[in-house]
């Protein structure tokens, strides 16, 4: 608040505190000091990034792993460059997300922060909106916040610095209350759904994100009719409880998930774009299986594939729909894919870890397999795991178990190396009760080492685990045959340069490097420990199997 009253910015502030905005994050300047202190005041709380790129996508974690609209604080112009990549990953994503940046005062035609905010803003598909005057700011702050959260969009509120400063002011508390619209399936597209439910013999449903919510109402549906369940990447955990859960669908299968998956005469996808990477090109989907999929917009059913029925609505309103519509027909008598033949296999084979390999650890390098499985004994189950973009990815993926769709925080709608350690930030403020845990490797963990500060100043139990082959890994082996010295590195001590920055760092080479990580375990259990990095020295794998798909698709 300015000594001569309050201004817009502490309106601004107030506004979006009322209307029950979640943790916010940011890097302060001139521009943002009043708003950032306004939500601070109002109840909001505020963590401090590094860099703005950092801070959007901590927001952006945390908004997915709490059900809250996160922020992000910004000054004008820079400010707003340096987060974009973020906030392209989370619109991407469509993130309910507030992106509160200052903006130079439309008359400052030669100001040095000017650029065109509101063209950047659409040209990565986030919102692009404006508080337009003292007398409009409460209307504007709420249309802002009411976008967010009903289209689910990244909204990215601009507030020019001389409209900031203007007296204003604000009787409250400012109520109001938003949910998204829940699109209800029709009969007629419920009827068919169960047709083609009834006449399947292998059904299996696969849950994306936009049936993270849904859960429970598709595990009843699958039960009931005999589908197997399985995810895409962002919705892993979903259906963990399950015994007849294939795990993630796509690249990051199992061999025996993508049998049981391209095995199906019906996939249901649910919430899911059933993109090149969630059914690995085509190649999950038999030449006779039949394709459903459920989406509350219908520009979203059939924009990666075409599908034999379209059904628009909410995932878990049609779930429950169909289980009626199934229930009023009566008992039908058949399992389906829900064999014992089939729960044995599942138990037996479809996590990764159960895969026989040969180990290519030698005693300088650990395989990565190993070294995952390991981790994934040693740390606690109760977890929330983010990941980062590379070669490396698919271990941490595949090989460390979750506890349920809140665990696991995939920010990958853009494929850019470096927000995992942002990512892992924000989700573990958003689970505070659960081990935050992340697998990223040395190119993007170097790139975003400047948030580690973070990490130890709030204190986060954080454990990064480094897969570090000094190399941008998909680069070296997904392009063979180039001069590959511009994506190779020298080998460094990354666990030295994160003592420097007040965590533990401990360097893995062999299995037997781990018992520094079983101590570190035993601290974290009695409230001692502080973030630590796990430098391992991995093994070459020769291409990751999920990347090398990828890339023959191109």
Not at 132 to 144: F, K, L, P
Not at 289 to 307: C, F, K, L, P, W
Not at 400 to 427: H, K, M, R, W
Request: aromatic share 6%; charged share 20%; hydrophobic share 45%.
């Amino acid at each position: 608040m300015s000594a001569y009253g309050p201004t817009v910015a502490d309106v601004v502030g107030r506004v979006l505190a009322d209307l029950g905005a979640g943790h916010c994050f940011g890097v302060v300047g001139s521009g943002n000091f009043v708003m950032t202190n306004a939500l601070r005041a109002g109840g909001v709380a505020f963590t401090a990034a590094r860099h703005e790129g950092g801070a959007a996508t901590m927001a952006d974690a945390y908004s997915r792993m709490s059900s809250r609209v996160g922020v992000v604080s910004l000054h004008q112009g820079c400010g707003l460059t340096n987060a974009m990549t973020g906030i392209t990953e989370a619109a991407k994503s469509r993130t309910p997300m507030i992106v509160l940046t200052a903006d130079s005062p439309a008359a400052a035609l030669r100001s040095n922060f000017r650029i065109d905010q509101e063209a950047l803003t659409r040209s990565v598909g986030a919102v692009s909106d404006r508080v337009y005057s003292a007398d409009t700011v409460v209307a504007d702050v709420t249309r802002a916040y009411r976008t967010a959260v009903t289209a689910r969009r990244t909204v990215v509120l601009n507030v020019a610095i001389d409209v900031a400063a203007m007296a204003a002011s604000v009787d409250g508390p400012v109520v109001a209350s938003f949910e998204p619209p829940k699109v209800r399936a029709s009969a007629e597209a419920v009827s068919a759904l169960v047709d083609e439910i009834s006449s399947s013999r292998r059904p299996v449903f696969v849950a994306g994100r936009g049936a993270r919510a849904a859960g429970s109402a598709i595990s009843e549906l699958a039960v009931a009719t005999g589908a197997l369940v399985a995810t895409s990447a962002v919705a892993n955990g979903l259906f963990a409880a399950d015994p007849f859960n294939l795990g993630i669908s796509g690249g990051f299968s199992s061999p025996t998930t993508a049998e049981l998956i391209s095995g199906a005469d019906l996939i249901v996808g649910w919430g899911c774009a059933l993109n090149q990477w969630t059914m690995r090109h085509g190649k999950l989907i038999g030449a006779d299986t039949r394709v459903v999929q459920i989406d509350d917009e219908v520009d979203g059913i059939g924009a990666h594939r075409s599908v034999a029925l379209g059904v628009v609505g909410d995932c878990g309103l049609t779930a429950a729909d169909v289980l009626d519509e199934c229930r009023r027909r009566g008992p039908q008598g058949r399992t389906r894919y829900r064999t014992d033949e089939v729960r044995t296999r599942i138990a037996e084979s479809s996590r990764w870890r159960d895969v026989p390999v040969d180990d290519i650890s030698t005693d300088e390098h650990i395989d990565p397999r190993t070294l995952s499985i390991a981790l994934d004994e040693i740390l606690p189950a109760d977890r929330v795991v983010a990941i980062d973009s590379g070669n490396f990815m698919g271990y941490p993926s595949t090989h460390l178990s979750v506890p349920d769709e809140n665990g696991f925080c995939f920010t990958q709608a853009y494929q850019s190396i470096g927000l995992g350690l942002y990512t892992a930030i924000g989700a573990a403020l958003a689970q505070p009760d659960r081990l935050p845990v992340l697998g990223t490797g040395d190119g993007g963990f170097l790139m975003s080492i400047s948030e580690l500060e973070t990490a130890v100043r709030l204190g986060l139990p954080l454990v990064m685990i480094v897969y570090n082959d000094s190399a941008y890994g998909a680069e070296v082996h997904h392009f063979v045959g180039g001069d590959d010295t511009t994506v190779t590195f020298p080998d460094n001590d990354i666990a030295a340069v994160a003592e420097g920055f007040g965590a533990q760092g401990v360097t893995v080479r062999t299995i037997g490097d781990l018992d520094a990580v079983r101590a570190w375990v035993d601290g974290y259990a009695s409230g001692a420990a502080r973030p630590l990095v796990i430098d391992a020295k991995i093994a070459d794998d020769g291409g990751s199997w999920w990347l090398a798909e990828a890339f023959a698709g191109h």
